[in-house]
């Protein structure tokens, strides 16, 4: 069968007409997550199938985050009981370990391709290549709250260019950026006024880390909320290493808090 002609034009009109209505769409939303690891993603499918509009904003051409580098870039990843079940709610497919039967082997491109899936079957976007470089923020009786996100292309970012960022307004943003606690880490320097500190995360201590960060997970100031690894950064918590259940779960929860404080507002 041969391929039907394609004019270079009409590639460029559509590509330049689809983008356009895309970033229209996604300029006010109900929450962005910043960050498509599996907090990212996992948080995106729950807020998305709640009914909320959700764009997942990542700085790489790739969502995943720490997934895809596996355990010291063995293509292997683990999961605990019962975090196992939110994996197989996307259709990932896990081999118990033989010798610990609560733990399962994940495949991590497996893992990275259905979370992401789920996540955009659920109603969400993923905007690849996109870094949250600030917030946008209102006072309200003195106190800022957050009211949406600052963004660049990554490849403006890269170049050192100066070329201003534009805004997207939306009523929740969730710092799902991982190790460094970005959008955290932006605010505490900003907006001293918030009195966030980040702490930085503390050495490895799974099981605890891994408790810890589904029990710290939550709103940090008005519009703003955490998950994931943003969460050990931002407590201070010891870190897990490859073992994905505390992000699973904690991603999950953000979205269950977010809807408690937005329905809240309503
Ligand atoms: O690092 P990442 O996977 O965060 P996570 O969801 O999961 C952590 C685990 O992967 C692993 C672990 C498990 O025990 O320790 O490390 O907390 O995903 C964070 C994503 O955020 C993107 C980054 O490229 C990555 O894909 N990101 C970071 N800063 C920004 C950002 C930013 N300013 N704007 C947009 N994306």
């Known amino acids: 069968m041969r391929l039907k002609p394609v004019e270079e034009v009409d590639v460029t009109r559509a590509i330049v007409e689809a983008a356009a209505e895309r970033l229209r769409d996604i300029a006010e939303v109900d929450v962005v997550v910043v960050g498509a690891g599996p907090s990212g993603l996992t948080a995106a499918r729950y807020l998305a199938s709640k009914g909320f509009k959700t764009v997942v904003l990542e700085r790489r051409l790739t969502f995943g985050g720490g997934i895809g580098g596996g355990g010291m870039q063995l293509p292997a990843v683990v999961v605990q009981e019962p975090a196992d079940a939110l994996l197989r709610e996307v259709g990932c497919r896990l081999t118990p370990y033989h010798f610990r039967r609560h733990l399962y082997l994940v ?29 946008v923020f209102r006072t309200f009786n003195g106190k800022p709250r957050v009211k949406g996100v600052v963004v660049q292309w990554s490849s403006i970012v890269l170049s050192g260019l100066h070329v201003d960022p534009m805004a997207l307004k939306a009523d929740a943003v969730v710092d799902c950026t991982g190790h460094e606690a970005e959008v955290l880490t932006l605010a505490a320097r900003k907006m001293p006024s918030l009195g966030i500190e980040v702490r930085g995360e503390s050495s490895m201590w799974a099981s605890r880390g ?56 309503l």
């Open 107 to 135: 495949d991590p491109a497996e893992m990275m391709a259905k979370l992401a899936t789920a996540a955009i079957d659920a109603g969400a976007r993923i905007i690849l290549g996109m870094t949250v470089e600030d917030l």
């Open 210 to 265: 891994e408790e810890l960060v589904v029990e710290k997970t939550g709103m940090v100031c008005p519009g703003l909320y955490a998950a994931g690894m943003a969460v050990a950064a931002l407590y201070g918590l010891p870190r897990m290493g490859p073992v994905f259940g505390g992000m699973l779960m904690s991603g999950k929860k953000i979205a269950d808090v977010v809807e408690s404080t937005l329905k809240k507002r």
